[in-house]
């Protein structure tokens, strides 16, 4: 399963090592491409190779390519495509050791000679190579590995928000002395976090970005963005459910159309891979419940890039938000025992962990691409085993006669969440005549409500008809 380790999900460096890297080399030698491929998705399918046999392949590959470029080409496009060589190889062994850590669960010496020596060739004030796809690449795997080992070992970054945007922060200031490099980078981190975890807390990063030089117009759009998180909302109310480490986190209410009885309530979780995300997101299901009469709450909780949380921080925060939604029912105006949860992605194995494990309060379900067996995932197991019992963690795994009415929402080619899981996890609810409903999308993979208006329609046509035979 790759939800839980989706590279896609994983903010900007994420995105980088998902794409085929441009090329360094020319037309001509596209048929053995892929024998020399130093792409970071190359780098992900040799992952589960041992250090030393991956640094040999890796650098093997290195080396034919400088070989081929030394008698295919000259002058500067000979020098372009060698710099490019070096900026993929180095890109990779500083990438790997998280990576084969998260497939394999067998961690790479912190000091481990290869990655030491990849990170001794990058030129962090070279403001003439910024612009380079290969170069920023380069940057932001490094960016990733020192922050993370910042988050590790700064007693500062143990506490607060937007955890992994400060240790960013810290590395580049401490790496470069360049004003254009650290401007550049500091942009991109900011639009970056802001884009897939909103614009809490980052005032402080504004004003380093701003003192680094970064363009005032885009300073000024960072600022409305942190202002805008700021303002008390007008089409709903915020409230604090619990305040972690000095950080408040809120659910955000929005009341049902008809106001004149109490109304069942649904409660969101955004997806992220539980290391991004925004309350906010929220495809289609939000607005329809609230049209068919649910009060809908939407639950900021614990990532890793905020809060250098785990999925079990994550858990903790789902039912906190229930139990405190239940005591206030009165107050929010709803019929707590008509609660209903959903979320996507990462969100959908939250919500799900919510109705199999916490039925006696969840009353149904709505997913739209969700996870429904985390146990399958070597990350997961590795972060959550030594804490709990994946397994039983595990909604696939845990379904009961007990587990309410569930409907499920899943692309037939999903990449990230297997379809397989959620054929599965509706077979066993009808098995225990549970029931339930498995809408299937032909195409479209994990985003796929997010592609097609006619998907939104179907899905809030169907939610509809579900919600009607639940007769609340």
């Known amino acids: ?13 994420w995105l980088a090592l998902l794409s085929l890297s441009s090329s360094a080399m020319s037309a001509q030698e596209a048929p053995i491409k892929e024998k020399l491929d130093l792409s970071m998705r190359e780098m992900i399918r040799l992952v589960h190779e041992k ?14 390519q400088e070989a081929l470029i030394s008698t295919t080409l000259t002058g500067s496009e000979r020098a372009t495509a060698m710099q490019n060589i070096q ?19 067998q961690p790479v010496a912190i000091d481990w000679q290869a990655k030491r020596d990849a990170i001794k060739s990058i030129q962090f004030d070279d403001e003439t190579n910024i612009e380079q796809d290969n170069f920023q690449r380069l940057i932001q795997a490094w960016m990733h590995d020192a922050a993370e080992q910042r988050v590790k070992q700064d007693p500062a970054l143990s506490r607060g928000d937007n955890r992994w945007l400060r240790a960013n922060f810290n590395a580049l200031e401490a790496a470069s002395n360049n004003r254009k490099v650290k401007a550049f980078f500091m942009n991109r981190m900011l639009a970056e976090h802001i884009d897939d975890n909103g614009a809490k807390n980052i005032l402080p990063q504004i004003f380093v970005a701003e003192s680094n030089g970064v363009d005032p117009a885009q300073i000024a759009k960072f600022r409305a963005a942190y202002e805008q998180e700021l303002q008390a909302p007008k089409d709903h109310v915020a409230y604090t459910y619990q305040i972690v480490e000095d950080v408040d986190l809120q659910l955000h209410v929005f009341p049902a159309k008809d106001k004149a009885k109490r109304a069942p309530v649904f409660v969101w979780f955004h997806g992220g891979s539980w290391s991004t995300g925004h309350w906010s997101y929220c495809p289609v299901v939000c607005r329809a419940l609230q049209n068919l009469g649910f009060v809908v709450v939407q639950v900021e909780y614990r990532t890793s890039q905020r809060f250098d949380g785990t999925p079990l921080n994550a858990l903790a925060d789902a039912e906190r938000a229930i139990d405190w939604i239940i005591a206030h029912s009165e107050e929010l105006h709803i019929q707590s025992d008509q609660l209903m949860v959903g979320g996507f992605s990462s969100g959908g194995a939250l919500a799900s962990q919510m109705a199999v494990l916490n039925h006696t309060k969840v009353k149904a379900a709505a997913y739209i691409s969700g996870g429904f067996d985390p146990s399958k995932d070597s990350w997961y197991n590795s972060v959550v085993g030594p804490l709990r019992d994946t397994n039983q963690l595990s909604p696939l795994r845990m379904i009961n006669r007990h587990s309410p009415p569930q409907i499920l929402f899943h692309s037939k080619d999903d990449e990230m969440c297997p379809y397989q899981d959620a054929q599965d996890f509706a077979r066993k609810l009808s098995d225990l005549n549970i029931p339930n409903r498995l ?7 994990h985003f796929f409500v997010f592609k097609n208006p006619l998907d939104r329609q179907r899905i809030t046509s169907e939610l509809t008809s579900f919600i009607e035979q639940l007769e609340w």
């Open 1 to 13: 399963m790759r939800l839980f380790r989706s590279v896609i999900s994983l903010a900007s460096i």
């Open 87 to 105: 900026w993929q190889w180095a890109a990779g062994l500083i990438n790997y050791p998280y990576f084969h850590q998260r497939e394999t669960g």
């Open 439 to 445: 809408i299937s999308f032909e195409q479209g993979g």
């Open 51 to 64: 250090p030393a046999q991956f640094n040999a392949l890796w650098t093997e590959r290195k080396q034919q």
